[in-house]
């Protein structure tokens, strides 16, 4: 209905519930036959209410006159109430939600244009430390090989923030979905790590089961929510050891990733997942980190109707425990 010309709407709109006993002697209705035609012999109109004003009217319609008492103006009005807050709330997350999602095609554009010169200008950089275009002395080499590190950060910048953009745009609707091994996943992240645990003096346990804890899903999604987890726990443990331990619970997977590392300051533990955050006595030691790889497993493994939990004691370690739905459960 046209709320802005039936003068009956009009009075509702200034805030009052409207009641028409008998619709076949009121002179408020505009086309007082085609209401007949409708069998509609009395109508109620009361505003919906909003914080900014009326948004709109909601109507009850009555086949005899005289249908309606007070009790059920009463009635329609705290109807109306109860409808108003909900159409605000749904108004008002879809405007967030179309925000969020244009603030990340956004970041997803300017990422993507970024990628490119990021890679070819480390690939001159690696020609020209590598001496293949003459041989550098120790101070340009050092330049060049400081210059290559400062890159390789915003490369993994860009990667990070485009994953992000990815999945908030959904993109990720569009990604091979299948059954995939998470022991297999578990494996192949274990094995790209052991060199480097190896290298910090750190030891690498990882226990999975003999079957394939099949999920069904995207391979390179469940490699990064992995691959974020073992390589925070080896960036993040001076000395001792990383462990990856994987289990069937009933129809969910189980992984749990723990080390003996520098700790999470129980302050920090719930801004943990927050695009972009880093604890304090992360920032201290000499690697380095986006902040964003956190945020990116949370938002991926929500997506798979999983949970992901940590519990940390500074200087003594780290434990996220991950837990993610089995394809036989889903299709059970
Ligand atoms: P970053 O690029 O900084 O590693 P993440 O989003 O992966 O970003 O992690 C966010 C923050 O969580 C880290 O900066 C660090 O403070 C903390 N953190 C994550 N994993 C660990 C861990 N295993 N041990 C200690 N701190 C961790």
Known sequence: IEVARAPIDQEALSGKTVLIP???QDTRLRYPDKVAAEGIRTILSTPLLSKRGAIGVLRAYGGSAHRFSQDDADFLAAIAAEGSVAIE???AYQLLENLDREKSQFVRMVTHELRSPVQVTLSLLNVLGRGYV????EKQSDLV????RRLRFLQTLIDDLLDLAAGKADVLATAERGLVSLTDVLREVNERYEAPAHDKGLALRCKCPKSDLP???DRSELDRIINNLVSNAVKYTQEGE???LAEQIDGFARVVVSDTGIGIPEDALPELFQEFYRAQNAKEIKETGTGLGLAIVKDLVERYDGTIEVESKVSEGTTFTLTLPLAD????
């Open 329 to 332: 459960a889903l299709f059970a």
């Open 242 to 244: 990383v462990r990856v």
């Open 22 to 24: 008998d619709a076949s």
């Open 145 to 148: 090989d400081r210059a290559y």
């Open 89 to 91: 709330n749904a108004r």
């Open 134 to 137: 003459g041989a550098l002395n």
């Open 215 to 217: 999920i069904w899903g």
